[in-house]
């Protein structure tokens, strides 16, 4: 008998491992934190927990900063402990995917120390892209080898004293790799056998689109991601090919999902071809406002071009979407509303899901911390313009009054807010109306309908700026407008995101539907 493969229509949740829970005291999260909270997890309704990087690090982007990638950071534990997480998820029932950072590493890594300590044209130097100053330099006054920007603000080159350049499309302590390099993509297929060997479950790989660049580094037109000579250049998909030879070389399932971000489904669906990933994040939803029209079209161009689809409403690099969803409402509440909307028609659709830590709590982005506090280097790149990401890794608040609310016996790296006493897992976990409770019952749900229902959906017609749509027995409502609406025909309601009265779906509100 053919059996779906987990990935297909698990729920994964993502663990921002800085800010999950922190065992040591040290006010940052850790492995052994996490293995403390495994059974939250399980008891929350996940399948599968992605890590992000643990690896040992200078921290100049949050661990994305690779300085060894086969060992984990003494500020978050030891591979012994890595070794006991891994058993201690899979007794729990759950899969565990890390993630890996192949377009660059740490200016730390002994490889990159190493080109800096070599001379122009040198093997050790091929490692990475260094390029020599601009010919045009005397006519245009730009020196840098093109005219690329870093995607944390400023040039994407850096000089080095003698007067090459290195390319770094993230801060300047993160050298891109080169990848034409047969070195380099030798090393990162021994990298994931390390960690395939240790018994993960997978991997979600970091920028997934960037790690060729077009040959001779034109200079590009503004603009971002596809068809540009930066990203998603065709020879990036024959890395991923030797990639699924090694998952496919291990048993049980081992998977793989880009970090891809496109303009198109189109251009996102090339990385899921049958040899290729298995998953691609679908950042689609993400984008999108709050808005029945702009839901249908996500919806629509990812069915159209995915045959497994994956959903996300927030990650560490985006505004958490209880504040997204709410701005721009009178109502002070229409964002947790409408994040718990949100998920129930995203937990609806075929594929499967990813979640980010806190959403289940209802976490707001927190928007008022201190500049000296704030470590994103986007922060210091734009020298304050632009916030960054760390108002969404404010770390989790598990219990307690104050601040760190059971974080960790030692403070929190990120200051917490002093408000946050009624959205800990703790006071939640008590209070059937809370976030918490809404997402657990969702899982619990989805996973009673799991294999039950058809791998495709259909619209009905629905008023007013609400989506309506079946997949098998299920009718899933979500209304995105100022109105109530009325309820299509049913027999049950299998769940619902907000209180109903029968015969009406209130805005900000989504529900389940059956009719027997
Ligand atoms: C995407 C990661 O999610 C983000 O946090 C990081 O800064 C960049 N890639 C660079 O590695």
């Avoid at 596809?226 to 049980?252: A, F, K, N």
């Avoid at 899921?272 to 990933?277: A, G, N, S, T, Y």
């Avoid at 679908?282 to 689809?309: G, I, Q």
Wanted: glycine share 8%; proline share 9%.
């Amino acid at each position: 008998m053919e059996t779906t493969p987990w990935w297909r229509d698990a729920v994964v949740y993502e663990i921002y491992v800085r800010s999950f829970a922190d065992a040591s005291g040290d006010g940052t999260g850790d492995l052994a934190g996490i293995r403390s909270r495994l059974p939250y997890l399980a008891e929350l309704g996940v399948d599968a927990i992605w890590l992000t990087p643990f690896y040992p690090s200078p921290m100049a982007d949050g661990g994305y900063d690779v300085a060894d990638y086969r060992d984990v950071d003494p500020l978050f534990g030891t591979l012994a402990d890595f070794d006991a997480l891994v058993s201690d998820t899979h007794a729990h029932g759950l899969r565990l995917i890390v993630d890996i950072v192949p377009n660059h590493s740490s200016s730390a890594h002994p490889w990159f120390q190493k080109a800096l300590a070599s001379p122009k044209g040198s093997e050790e130097r091929d490692r990475y892209m260094f390029r020599d100053t601009s010919p045009s330099a005397a006519q245009t006054g730009r020196k840098e080898p093109n005219n690329w920007l870093s995607t944390f603000g400023g040039p994407a080159w850096t000089q080095v004293p003698d007067g090459q350049w290195y390319l770094h499309l993230f801060a300047p302590q993160q050298p891109d790799f080169n990848w034409r390099n047969p070195e380099v993509r030798e090393e990162f297929l021994d990298i994931l056998r390390f960690w395939l060997e240790r018994g993960v479950d997978g991997f979600r790989i970091d920028v997934a689109m960037g790690l060729i660049k077009a040959e001779g580094l034109p200079d590009t037109d503004p603009g971002f991601r596809s068809r540009s000579p930066i990203w998603s250049q065709p020879e990036v998909h024959d890395i991923y090919r030797d990639w699924r030879r090694v998952l496919d070389s291990y048993p049980g399932e081992r998977a793989a999902v880009g970090e891809v971000w496109t303009d198109s489904a189109e251009d996102l669906a090339l990385y899921v071809r049958p040899d290729e990933l298995h998953q691609s994040f679908n950042f689609a939803w993400l984008e999108a406002p709050w808005s029945a029209t702009a839901f249908r079209k996500v919806v629509d161009d990812t069915l159209r071009s995915m045959s497994s689809p994956t959903w996300v409403l927030s990650n560490h690099d985006v505004v958490r979407h209880v504040t997204r969803y709410g701005e721009g409402s009178l109502n002070p509440s229409a964002g947790v509303a409408r994040g718990r909307a949100a998920l129930l028609a995203m937990l609806s659709l075929p594929g499967s899901a990813y979640l980010y830590q806190g959403e289940e709590l209802g976490l707001p982005e927190v928007k008022n911390l201190p500049p000296e506090a704030r470590q994103d280097p986007i922060f210091s790149r734009s020298n304050g313009e632009v916030l960054g990401r760390d108002g969404c890794r404010v770390p989790l608040p598990w219990s307690g009054t104050q601040a760190p609310y059971g974080f960790g016996p030692g403070g929190s790296w990120l200051p917490q807010p002093a408000d946050w006493a009624d959205l800990t897992a703790e006071r939640q976990a008590a209070d059937p109306s809370s976030t918490l409770w809404f997402y657990r019952h969702a899982l619990a749900t989805r996973r009673e309908l799991r294999g039950t229902l058809p791998g495709t959906i259909s619209w009905q017609d629905a008023p007013g700026d609400a989506l309506f749509f079946r997949r098998g027995p299920l009718t899933c409502v979500i209304n995105c407008g100022e109105e109530a609406v009325p309820l299509p025909p049913h027999d049950r309601v299998l769940i619902s995101s907000g209180p109903l009265d029968g015969t009406t779906l209130p805005p900000d509100t989504a529900a389940w539907l059956v009719q027997e």
